[in-house]
């Protein structure tokens, strides 16, 4: 294998840890948008286990504002000069949808991981750019764009809607030559509360396909608002659910909070293994 090529070891389960530089993220404790705050964060974040570290410059919440590709570019940037000079061993991904952006951010930074919430619906180009330089790619699925997808909720069975839905995109990407493909099922992207506990109930399924799956639900509506509290208040909700993702098959939990998600990994592999012996 190439050692300039970057790969995810997925053996076992992992938390990558959310570094939004972004002003306007649903979680106001998750946006770092300072070199001081950016560096802290990541910092804290590798101190307390997280395997990578996934950067964002362009907030996907619904309304949020639009952002040009330069600025995006310009946030990302920002981020990757610090991690890159404090952290250079660690994983990164760049949650864009912009093969624009990816193509800078390699050619500037190296090899991240890209993190797609459109599957390359939004902009096909970032398929191709991630073929191209042999970037792991993680597919979200989702419907619409962030300002519409709220609207897009009709499933016929939300769980086989998503599972075919991949089933079909995994052979167009693994056609077009990208290598290692991680899938996240996209909680709260196009899906009503109900229709989210419905995807995490059937998650499982989705682990089936044989790519490994990213869980992303840290501090999402669907805690908050089926709890009626506040995203700073959904803590223990997200500790819960992440639990039952790795229970049904998760490789990756997304998350604001690693130290709790990452106790909450060990937990699960020591009860794996003490339920096994």
């Known amino acids: 294998m190439n050692p300039e090529i970057l790969e995810l070891d997925l053996t076992r389960p992992r938390v990558m840890a959310i570094v939004n530089v972004t002003p306007d993220s649903f979680y106001a404790g998750s946006r770092t948008f300072t070199a001081a ?42 981020a990757l000069e610090v991690i890159r000079r404090r952290l250079p061993a660690m994983p990164v991904s760049v949650d864009t949808f912009r093969g624009e952006v990816v193509r800078r951010v390699v050619a500037e930074f190296g090899a991240v991981v890209v993190n797609d919430i459109s599957a390359g619906g939004l902009d096909p180009a ?19 764009t962030p300002a519409t997808m709220q609207r897009l909720t009709e499933y016929a069975d939300v769980v086989g809607d998503v599972v075919d839905y991949f089933r079909l995109r995994l052979k167009e990407l ?10 996240d099922p996209g909680f709260g992207f196009a899906k009503t509360l109900e229709q989210n506990y419905e995807l995490l109930g059937g998650l499982h399924r989705l ?12 501090r999402k509506s669907m805690i908050y608002k089926a709890l009626d509290c506040t995203p700073v208040e959904s803590l223990a909700g997200t500790v819960a659910l992440g639990w039952e993702s790795l229970r049904q098959g998760a490789s990756m939990l997304r998350v604001h909070d690693v130290k709790e998600a990452v ?15």
Not at 42 to 64: F, Q
Not at 267 to 273: D, G, H, K, S
């Open 37 to 78: 705050e950016i560096e802290r964060r990541a910092m804290t974040a590798a101190d307390e286990g997280a395997y990578m570290l996934d950067v964002g410059g362009y907030s996907s919440r619904p309304g949020a504002d639009d952002v040009s590709a330069e600025e995006e570019f310009s946030r990302v940037a920002r």
């Open 126 to 144: 970032i398929v191709d750019a991630a073929a191209e330089l042999q970037l792991p790619y993680i597919a979200m699925h989702m419907r619409g």
């Open 174 to 183: 693994r056609g077009k030559g990208i290598r290692q493909i991680v899938l």
């Open 207 to 218: 682990c089936g396909l044989g790519c490994p799956v990213l869980s992303a639900l840290s």
């Open 263 to 277: 106790d909450t990994v060990r937990i699960f592999e020591i009860f794996n293994r003490e339920r096994n012996d």
